[in-house]
């Protein structure tokens, strides 16, 4: 079965500061892992995506991921915040021949300060 | 091209009474899945297609039904509500097994 632990409920930075949000992930086969973003009120977006290509994924809006597979880790990063980053970002995993059902994290609520 | 749409958006029953809600899709998508999102909880996948004619149940299916009888639609339904069902529900399609999901913009349901 697979399983997604993202490391804090909420995170809190500094306009300009380095983003870093936290995701450890299980599955029994070569998974399939993905980072959506939720602005209020709204449904999740895509960020980024892992589908066993390169390990270091770029995704929108300067976002980035490394796939580390001896770590089970596919963590989220971004150099420098942006007030317009602050939203909710939910990491996800699913199996290869799974049918894409996702199995979502709890969720970061990321808040971005003056 | 409106992607993914969801009707209704808020939507209030009393415990008991049974409701679908609408799922469209057109972008010839033959995945397509729904999910609950509760607070703390991230989201859970009730029941997912591969296709139409083909469904199969996720995570939490208990209390909800599911056809696809077209490509483009899958209906969710609420057989006798309870108040646990209280939740945002999103439907999603992908074009394929690795590819990324598009959302509808969510039903908010109250069960009282």
């Known amino acids: 079965a697979q399983s997604v632990t993202q490391l804090g409920s909420h995170v809190s930075v500094s306009e300009g500061a380095l983003v870093l949000l936290r995701c450890n992930y299980s599955s029994s086969v070569p998974p399939y892992l993905f980072w959506y973003v939720q602005y209020p009120n709204q449904g999740l977006q895509l960020l980024l995506k892992?589908?066993?290509?390169?390990?270091l994924v770029k995704g929108i809006n300067g976002f980035e991921a490394e796939f580390k597979k001896s770590e089970t880790s596919f963590h989220l990063t971004k150099p420098s915040a942006h007030m317009s980053d602050a939203a909710e970002y939910f990491c996800?995993?699913?199996?290869?021949?799974?049918?894409?059902?996702?199995?979502f994290g709890t969720g970061t609520q990321l808040k971005v300060e003056l | 091209n409106a992607g993914v749409t969801q009707t209704p958006k808020f939507q209030v029953l009393k415990t008991g009474q049974s409701m679908t809600l609408q799922c469209a899709q057109d972008?010839?998508?033959?995945?397509m899945s729904w999910y609950r999102q509760d607070p703390g909880m991230g989201l859970r996948l009730i029941h997912y297609?591969?296709?139409?004619?083909?469904?199969d149940q996720g995570e939490v299916p208990n209390g909800y039904n599911v056809s696809r009888s077209t490509t483009e639609d899958f209906p969710l339904r609420l057989l006798s509500a309870a108040p646990s069902q209280t939740s945002v529900y999103f439907c999603?399609?992908?074009?394929?097994?690795?590819?990324?999901?598009?959302f509808g913009n969510g039903t908010r349901l109250t069960v009282t």
């Open positions: 972008m010839n998508h033959e995945y």
């Open positions: 297609s591969v296709g139409a004619g083909i469904t």
């Open positions: 892992y589908t066993s290509a390169a390990t």
């Open positions: 999603a399609s992908s074009y394929s097994e690795s590819g990324a999901l598009h």
């Open positions: 996800a995993v699913s199996e290869t021949g799974g049918g894409n059902k996702l199995t």
